[in-house]
């Protein structure tokens, strides 16, 4: 079941904050988070593990509610750079199946 | 250059022609993994394999094959392709076993048209 990402897309003015949001019906071992330019293919961002252990890139933070099942992305005075769809990804139970959301449209203009 | 390569990067085909993408990394990493990308659907995984010989379906496999005979290569085989398997498919892989806790490298893609 893929877990929801909210909100669907989100228009910014360059230097402005946001949050993305991604909330799964399942417990979840670790969460995922990827941005896709467009034509491009996905490149990592961080992955959030149980336990609150983090890895990933310095410029963007990560939280993850386990009980809660959820995780949130936040962009901290956004760039251009940073438009594109980002999609958060989670891995629950005891197999290996990464489970994406349908992806958030983040548009940072000038 | 560490790198995921897919092959073709775009194919037009015919109802029913079998085809096969072919994706290749240069990393040595044990997991690697297949996704179709639909417009409002996001990422979905069809097959994953956690090392040579260790192959597992997704979450839509259907209409889908794959193999995993060596480490750096994953090929995803269409047996009679339909045009609902019209896509872009990407190939992604990560170190460790399942890719669970480590970043996912992604190739760059192939267009697929089924007519």
């Known amino acids: 079941q893929q877990p929801v990402q909210s909100p669907q897309a989100v228009i910014l003015r360059e230097g402005e904050d946001a949050v993305i949001n ?4 399942k ?4 969460v995922h988070w990827y941005r896709q330019k467009h034509g491009e293919a996905p490149v990592f961002l961080m992955i959030l593990l149980k336990g609150g252990e983090q890895k990933g890139h310095e410029k963007i933070s990560a939280s993850f ?3 809660k099942q959820q995780s949130s992305l936040y962009l901290t005075a956004s ?3 940073y438009s594109g769809t980002y999609f958060c990804g989670t891995l629950g139970g005891s197999n290996y199946k990464l489970t994406f959301g349908k992806g958030t449209l983040l548009t940072v203009n000038p | 250059e560490a790198q995921v390569t897919q092959n073709p990067r775009y194919l037009i085909t015919v109802t029913g022609k079998k085809l096969t993408v072919t994706c290749s990394q ?3 990493h044990e997991y690697m993994s297949w996704y179709r990308q639909d417009p409002g659907l996001g990422l979905r995984q069809i097959y994953y394999s956690m090392n040579v010989e260790v192959t597992d379906k997704g979450d839509v496999p259907e209409g889908y094959k794959v193999s995993r005979k060596e480490k750096r290569n994953f090929p995803l085989i269409l047996e009679s392709p339909s045009p609902n398997q019209t896509s872009l498919y990407f190939c992604a892989s990560s170190r460790g076993t399942g890719g669970s806790y480590n970043e ?3 190739g760059p893609g192939t267009r697929l048209t089924v007519l």
């Open chain 2, 104 to 106: 996912q490298f992604f």
């Open chain 1, 79 to 81: 760039q251009l750079s």
């Open chain 1, 65 to 67: 509610n386990e009980k």
């Open chain 2, 26 to 28: 240069n990393m040595n």
């Open chain 1, 22 to 25: 991604c909330s799964s019906s």
């Open chain 1, 27 to 30: 417990a979840l071992y670790s």
